[in-house]
């Protein structure tokens, strides 16, 4: 897979927030991993730009975290 750098990325700086006493910063760093192999997965199956179905092409999704 050519995006397995950025996980990479994201596993060093979890790293780094947990040597340095930032434990939240790190759990951040975990949930944004989580996105990235979701969002590598729907490039590589060609589903990239929907949400539940929804468009998302305008970098805007309603939902998630921080939806109220």
Same mark, same amino acid.
């Given at each position: 897979?050519?995006?397995?750098?950025?996980?990479? @990325?994201?596993?060093?700086?979890?790293?780094?927030?947990?040597? $340095? $006493?930032?434990?939240?910063?790190?759990?951040?760093?975990?949930?944004?991993?989580? @996105?990235?192999?979701?969002?590598?997965?729907?490039?590589?199956?060609?589903?990239?730009?929907? @949400?539940?179905?929804?468009?998302?092409?305008?970098?805007?999704?309603?939902?998630?975290?921080?939806?109220?």
């Amino acid at each position: 897979m050519r995006s397995d750098w950025i996980l990479d @990325v994201l596993a060093d700086l979890k790293t780094f927030a947990l040597s $340095s $006493s930032l434990p939240a910063l790190a759990e951040q760093l975990d949930d944004t991993a989580l @996105v990235a192999m979701a969002e590598i997965a729907a490039l590589e199956q060609g589903t990239q730009g929907t @949400v539940d179905g929804q468009d998302t092409a305008n970098g805007f999704h309603n939902g998630g975290v921080g939806a109220g």
